[in-house]
């Protein structure tokens, strides 16, 4: 992990240092006096290439049909417009939120805007798209993290979270970028295999770092599930708690492991935009309900500002368990990864 650290530090400039400073000193300000403090901009920042994805994975909202708002993608020109007010301050961009950002066909166009901007940029995708073409274009483009979820060693077991998905594929994808980055002389991207935990795979831990050796990734990454409708206890909660967020009580229902803290870093430090503008809290607001603005109307500095988020962070402070999008969120809690 030290050569990714090390990427991410060199986009640090002296006003994007100030301006985290700020942001931590107005975030444990406002934990201590119980009062919405903020004089900084985002050190983070989440843009969506597109809601749109080729699988229908059962715990995701995009692959389960149920977001109500409208599926696109994110065009150039507005991609451009945050970029451009943000970039001074803000060195960490993840282009991710819901979808495959690989189905974006300007996404290779939007990493390296970003990258001419000195921006640490990282993206998670399922992997169905790296082929010879994509993996070449993927390096070229200067891209600093990639994210490939793997969630099972067997075709039977991986397609039970990733429907639609080709196993053979992606192990295909992921051997041919890694050879790319060794053709093309490129460290990076720094690529990451995400092994997401479900009981129906908990059982292939050490298969799955077999495999992480085998396709020279440069990080195995094992992540807890977020599962919906938890509390009954769903099939696919993980049986060794270590791999859980949830665990079961003496009355059958399931909780999440740790205990809530009515603050919440996330909520200080970064924000989300979907791919038609629109400004949201963090990735748990999945559907956008906690729209604070669109950057097509307002600056987006007024919207991190604005009265809407204030008030979101506030509510955070005061009971950050009555929030619904809280509920299921780790943030400040420790969870196992």
């Known amino acids: 992990m030290f050569r990714d650290y090390i990427s991410l530090l060199r986009t640090l400039t002296f006003k994007r240092f100030f301006n985290g400073v700020k942001v931590a000193v107005s975030f444990y300000l406002s934990r201590l006096l119980r009062k919405t403090i903020h004089w900084g901009m985002p050190m983070s920042l989440s843009v969506e290439p597109t809601n749109i994805c080729n699988l229908k994975c059962p715990e995701c ?74 993996c070449e274009k993927t390096v070229s483009s200067g891209l600093s993290k990639l994210i490939i979820s793997v969630d099972g060693t067997t075709q039977d077991v991986y397609q ?38 479900f009981r129906q795979n908990e059982h292939q831990i050490d298969e799955i770092r077999r495999i992480a050796r085998e396709t020279g990734v440069d990080f195995l990454a094992l992540k807890t599930a977020q599962v919906y409708d938890y509390e009954s206890g769903k099939n696919i909660i993980p049986e060794n ?31 989300v935009m979907t791919w038609d503008g629109h400004i949201v809290p963090c990735c748990f607001d999945k559907d956008a309900r906690y729209k604070a603005g669109s950057v ?42």
């Open 160 to 197: 039970q979270y990733r429907v639609g998905g080709d196993l053979q594929t992606v192990i295909r994808g992921i051997k041919c970028l890694m050879e790319t980055k060794k053709k093309m002389n490129s460290l990076y991207p720094f690529v990451v295999l995400q092994f997401i935990v």
């Open 61 to 134: 909202p995009t692959g389960m049909k149920i977001l109500t708002r409208r599926s696109g993608t994110l065009h150039p020109e507005l991609f451009r417009k945050i970029i451009d007010q943000v970039y001074p301050t803000t060195p960490y961009l993840t282009l991710y939120f819901q979808g495959e950002p690989y189905l974006n066909p300007d996404f290779f166009n939007f990493v390296n805007y970003a990258r001419k901007k000195k921006m640490y940029v990282t993206t998670s995708t399922n992997g169905h798209f790296l082929n010879e073409a994509n």
């Open 241 to 271: 708690i270590k791999y859980s967020r949830y665990r079961k009580t003496k009355d059958g229902t399931y909780i999440i492991q740790n205990k809530y803290y009515n603050h919440c870093w996330r909520s200080w430090q970064s924000c």
């Open 296 to 337: 097509l109307e307002k600056p987006f500095r007024e919207i991190w500002h604005s009265e809407s988020l204030n008030s979101f962070r506030q509510n955070i402070l005061k009971a950050r368990k009555n929030i619904d999008i809280c509920t299921n969120c780790t943030e400040g809690t420790k969870i196992w990864i």
